[in-house]
């Protein structure tokens, strides 16, 4: 089955690239606060006068329309005035996930063919980020086209015999001897089908990749998001994901493209994060991923904080999981989403004006012009409605390829230019998508097929159980067996077989774990869980090897 949304109301024909987006936001409203930090308020006005000197000082540095420039750093203004001036010179801005570290973050410093780097940190940040990437950056002879490494907040101990480092000083001072004219002439140079960003996979399977992401589709999907979720001039977009990830930056442009407010965290605390909700009276919610809404929900502060003026929330999660989270919010609507880096971070959003089932059963319909459609993994044809298969897409969202791997790009792209996903999912009569889990989360225990996803959805339905994530494990005679790992609820006292136990009248005998661990911490890659590396953990203790 294939569905697509044609272009309706709205005016395509204001796409912008990345830079005009703010700069047009600054010329309409000035004085309009556009984005709420960790270090304070920040008017559209302010915002744009900070990525001017920040694109005049990676001039300076020598950066160049095409040139890919690395950004290590926090949540904060540091963040956004460095990635929105590269993005306006025409240059690619890198966004590096701030959880990499050892070979993970040499690979991407390597692989990038980053002209420069920009790292740092606010006093008191939790996690030294210069250090890291010190301690991962590969030498000069490994990355030759790496001239500058610019550490803002000050000199850096473990940079400092770095030819290449770069003060936060000389930086700024740079600027001087650039013309901010300069800067626009650049501007008005870039085209939206240029590549903006760029983001590495968030290696929940493999080894990160880098995704070319172009000005078109970044400022599209953002101003679609907004379009979906009914996002106002002068409305509050509480968003407390990592800068570096789409779910980020794409409520961002939406907001800068009507005029609304980016309210974004530092390190994510639900304590601090429930205070700062009080504060904002956000009208949105992004939590976006059930991690983060479910620490907001357990916290004591939640009963007390107010919410009246929620309107819309966004999560994603098992049908049980957003029922429940409905449930705290019963006065705004909850929405899922679905995407991936590769399609554009989010390619379909959930509409607040839809039925609850529909809402929290699935994803519901792709953006205008945008196609999605369910084929069968092993002859690609297209199926029916409600069956179950591998989502493609094909539209203004792709992403432009693999950096350096053109192969890859083609090994996922077909001839007719539909991007197969890899993921597991349906669309309903309506063309609503469903998402069921990741191909190779479709375990084949003994011949008979079962998904990671059904499993976890029916771990989550237990009282106890917070989150629920299940993998496959080789096994000598069934091939593999499901194995999952389980985080309880503060406060709950369960046992792995008494869990076991309540499980075997819920589920087939094929399904049912054969290993089941309570943790306390997971291992992440942004916003997911690396599965892979739950499944190692797994299989190291047990002795075996990791067959994948």
Known sequence: MTTAVPAGAGDWAEVLPVGDVLARAAARWPDRVAVDL???????????????????????????????????????????????????????????????????????????????????????????????????????????????????????????????????????????????QRVH?????????????????????????????????????????????????????????PMFHLSSILPLLGCLTVGATFVSTGHFDPGSALADLARVRPTHLYPAFPTVAQALAQHPDFATTDFSAVRVVNCVGPAASLRALQALWPHARLVSAYGCTEVGGVVAHGRPDDSLDHRVGTCGPPFRGIQVRVVDPETRTPVGPGVRGEICVRGWSLFAGYHGASHLTAERTDADGWFHTGDLGSLDAEGRISFHGR??????????????????????????????????????????????????????????????????????????????????????????????????????ELGIPDGD
């Open 38 to 180: 960790p270090e304070g308020r920040f008017t559209t006005a302010e915002l744009q006068a900070a990525v001017l000197d920040t694109a005049r000082s990676l001039l300076a540095l020598g950066v160049r329309p095409g040139d890919r420039v690395g950004v290590l750093l926090p949540n904060g203004l540091d963040f956004l005035r460095t990635a929105f001036a590269i993005s306006t010179v025409g240059a690619v801005a890198v966004l590096v996930n701030a959880r990499f570290r050892g070979d993970e973050l040499t690979h991407v410093l390597a692989d990038a063919d980053l002209t420069a780097v920009v790292t740092g940190a606010r006093p008191g940040d939790e996690v030294d980020l210069a250090a890291r990437l010190a301690g991962a950056l590969p030498s000069p002879e490994q990355v030759p086209g790496l001239r500058s490494v610019v550490v803002l907040g000050g000199e850096h101990a473990a940079l400092s015999g770095d030819a290449r480092a770069v003060s936060d000083g000389d930086f700024r001072r740079a600027a001087d001897t650039v013309a901010e």
């Open 185 to 241: 002439l650049l501007r008005r140079g870039v085209a939206v089908r240029d590549v903006a960003m760029m983001m590495y996979t968030s290696g929940t399977t493999a080894r990160p990749k880098g995704c070319l992401l172009s000005h078109e589709l970044l400022v599209r999907a953002g101003a679609e998001v907004g379009l979906r979720l009914d996002v106002r001039h002068g409305d509050r977009v509480w968003d407390p994901l």
């Open 439 to 540: 191909l190779k989360d479709m375990l084949k225990v003994g011949g008979e097929n079962v998904a990671a996803l059904e499993v976890e959805e029916v771990l989550q339905t237990h009282p106890a159980v917070s989150i629920a994530q299940v993998v496959g494990i080789p096994d000598p005679r069934l091939m593999e067996v499901p194995a999952a790992f389980v985080e309880l609820r503060p406060g709950a006292r369960l046992s792995p077989d008494e869990l076991l136990t309540w499980l075997q009248c819920r589920l087939a005998s094929f399904k049912l774990p054969r290993h089941l661990r309570i943790v306390d911490d997971w291992p992440m890659a942004a916003t997911k869980i690396q599965k892979f590396r739950l499944r190692e953990r797994l299989c190291h």
